[in-house]
T-cell receptor, first 109, second 114 residues
Framework: GQSLEQPSEVTAVEGAIVQINCTYQ??????LSWYQQHDGGAPTFLSY????GLEETGRFSSFLSRSDSYGYLLLQELQMKDSASYFC??????????FGTGTQLKVEL | SQTIHQWPATLVQPVGSPLSLECTVE??????LYWYRQAAGRGLQLLFY??????ISSEVPQNLSASRPQDRQFILSSKKLLLSDSGFYLC?????????????FGEGSRLTVL
């Protein structure tokens, strides 16, 4: 089976940097994705890591360590609009994608 | 352009009634399709996924079923709804030919079972 763990909630101030961690246990692994979801909306894709290392896309970066079964999403220069839920997801064998429990990020002034 | 649509957007159903949610994808062929359910304030639970016509993988034993009658159509059904079936249902397809983790979601269907 597959399981993913994330912190349930993170709070940070505007302009700061925040890191959301994800640890996973999976029977098959191809890569780790990150998604953002605002209240009432559908999730939107942020990034995907298939190989170890850091991927940067604007203010957001994502990191993967396959040997540690660990990844994180790094959000820089936080803005109020970044307040949302963030999910990591594992792509496993057979194109199965399993999501973590989600982290609610609150950005404060 | 590639798009995904699901309907209805909102529905309120009595316990024991049937359910049918439909999802269609445009602008791609032989997509990998997924149904997820999200309870209020919770994560996304994978219900079913399909890699091709007539091929359905079920993740959670329950009173729901899925079908894929056409290449770009994915249907979620139930013969008799339970209170616990309430939630936000999301259809998604896996973008890209190579190894990718990019799911593109439909707008969602919010189901309330009374």
């Amino acid at each position: 089976g597959q399981s993913l763990e994330q912190p349930s909630e993170v709070t940070a101030v505007e302009g700061a940097i925040v890191q959301i961690n994800c640890t996973y246990q999976t029977s098959g692994f191809y890569g780790l994705s990150w998604y953002q979801q605002h209240d009432g909306g559908a999730p939107t894709f942020l990034s995907y890591n298939a190989l170890d290392g850091l991927e940067e896309t604007g203010r957001f970066s994502s990191f993967l360590s396959r040997s540690d079964s660990y990844g994180y999403l790094l959000l820089q220069e936080l803005q109020m609009k970044d307040s949302a839920s963030y999910f990591c997801a594992v792509r496993g064998g057979g194109n199965k994608l399993t999501f973590g429990t989600g982290t609610q990020l609150k950005v404060e002034l | 352009s590639q798009t995904i649509h699901q309907w209805p957007a909102t529905l309120v159903q009595p316990v024991g009634s049937p359910l049918s949610l439909e999802c269609t994808v445009e602008g791609t062929s032989n997509p990998n399709l997924y149904w997820y359910r999200q309870a209020a304030g919770r994560g996304l639970q994978l219900l079913f996924y399909s890699v091709g016509i007539g091929q359905i993988s079920s993740e959670v034993p329950q009173n729901l079923s899925a079908s894929r009658p056409q290449d770009r159509q994915f249907i979620l059904s139930s013969k008799k709804l339970l209170l616990s079936d309430s939630g936000f249902y999301l259809c998604a397809w896996l973008r890209g030919e190579a190894n990718t983790g990019e799911l593109f979601f439909g707008e969602g269907s919010r189901l309330t079972v009374l």
